[in-house]
């Protein structure tokens, strides 16, 4: 089985409010021997005040409840400390800064904004087609690929879908074979990895993020590096659908996965 989830929210994180203690003794209860918790760092995220940074994690504070959790549990789960920060062009040189300041386990670069819109919200669809919306994704998603190098793999590439007018019932690989082929060359060439993250498969109900046509294409090109997250945001969802999640790496010839360590992979066997 699964034995580690390398994508997980706590309180720390604007959208959850699960202490990161609840989340540890879910993950003992699931089996888990290895979990690192990636609290969310997407500055300037839109509707962000002076008095109010929205999805802006207070990194020291989180760092030091981390270690806490570290050593109260060493005997029981291994702790790591990650974090998944989003893309913005702008935030290049602010997001360097900020992975190289602090001893990072695991970080995730994710692209949660185009053009200063969350595309969790429906307004981001407003004047274009679904295929309009979700090919004007994949392009910031290539972008923020070649212009970023801090981050050890790139979350939930087709997270959009989770969220288009028809979700992923008209969405398939092939109309968008020449953005995410190169997507996931750019990847392999840059020596990052993907994650199968399992929260899909709770948004879409049939399918991961990124979905299995995308993973099957990264095998194929080459890719090796693959972490699996439940991106749990509620204790009740950590290590939620990993047989699931197995049973479609194994399928699609994956013989292993990764965890991260001080930022370097280490190879766990799925056989």
């Known amino acids: 089985m699964i ?6 929210h706590s309180s720390h994180s604007e959208d959850s409010d ?3 203690e609840q989340q540890i003794e879910a993950g003992i209860k699931a089996g888990l021997k290895h979990m690192c918790f990636t609290e969310h760092m997407d500055k300037d995220f839109p509707g962000s005040t002076d008095d109010k940074k929205l999805f802006e994690v207070d990194t020291d504070v989180y760092y030091r409840h981390c270690m806490e959790c570290r050593n109260k549990y060493e005997d029981r789960m291994d702790v790591g400390f990650g974090i998944e920060y989003g893309c913005q062009v702008h935030l290049r040189e602010h997001n360097i800064n900020y992975v190289n ?8 670069a994710s692209q949660h ?9 429906p307004e981001y669809f407003n004047g274009m ?6 090919l004007k994704y994949f392009e910031a998603t290539l972008e923020s690929i070649c212009l970023f190098d801090e981050y050890d793999i790139f979350g939930h ?8 007018p028809n979700k992923n019932r008209e969405y398939f690989y092939k109309d968008y074979a020449d953005v995410l082929d190169e997507i996931l060359r750019q990847l392999i060439m840059r020596g990052k990895g993907i994650e199968i993250n399992t929260g899909g498969f709770r948004k879409l109900g049939n399918d991961a993020n990124p979905g299995r046509e995308i993973l099957k ?8 590096i693959i972490t699996v997250g439940s ?3 509620r204790r009740e969802d950590v290590a939620g659908d990993f047989d699931r999640a197995e049973d479609m790496l194994k399928g699609l010839g994956y013989t292993y996965y990764c965890i991260y360590k001080n930022r370097k992979p280490v190879f766990l066997s799925l056989i």
């Open 101 to 108: 300041k602090y001893p990072f386990d695991f970080v995730i």
């Open 217 to 224: 294409r990264y095998h194929e090109l080459g890719g090796e």
């Open 157 to 164: 590439i087709d997270y959009i879908v989770r969220y288009g």
């Open 18 to 20: 699960t202490p990161m």
């Open 129 to 134: 087609s679904e295929r309009e919306a979700y």
């Open 3 to 8: 034995i580690a989830d390398f994508h997980l």
């Open 231 to 233: 991106d749990a945001h």
């Open 113 to 121: 904004l185009v053009d200063g819109i969350d595309v969790y919200y």
